[in-house]
Nanobody, 124 residues
Framework: QIHLAETGGGSVQTGGSLRLSCAGS????????IGWFRQTPGKKREGVAA???????IYATSLTGRFTISQDSAKNTLFLDMKNLKPEDTAIYYC??????????????????WGQGTQVTVSS
């Protein structure tokens, strides 16, 4: 059984930084792809960053440079370091896993295990 739990959300001012964590279990037995998504009310959920078991990184093009994904394999924990945050980064951030590797065709398409989400609010 796959379990994902996000922590680290909160409120920051424009230009601030946050680190999100996702404590996971069960996914490392697979050829996994694990990553972060975000969603705001009325908008489609969007992929932020992902990493596979070989350490290959995938980022949403618009976020390159401000967000960094990493994992602590020994602790089954995924991180998302966010810097220079902007009000448009305000969203619920979700950790998610795809047990069949990161898709080359559409890296955001096949995630089917999700955490409960953590709110990030950036004020101007």
């Amino acid at each position: 059984q796959i379990h994902l739990a996000e922590t680290g959300g909160g409120s920051v001012q424009t230009g601030g930084s946050l680190r999100l964590s996702c404590a996971g279990s069960g996914y490392r037995d697979y050829d996994y792809c694990i990553g972060w998504f975000r969603q705001t009310p009325g908008k489609k959920r969007e992929g932020v960053a992902a990493i596979d078991r070989d350490g290959r990184l995938i980022y949403a093009t618009s976020l390159t440079g401000r967000f960094t994904i990493s994992q602590d394999s020994a602790k089954n924990t995924l991180f998302l370091d966010m810097k220079n945050l902007k009000p448009e980064d305000t969203a619920i951030y979700y950790c998610a896993a795809d047990l069949h590797g990161c898709s080359s065709a559409d890296p955001w398409a096949d995630f089917d295990h999700w955490g409960q989400g953590t709110q990030v609010t950036v004020s101007s």
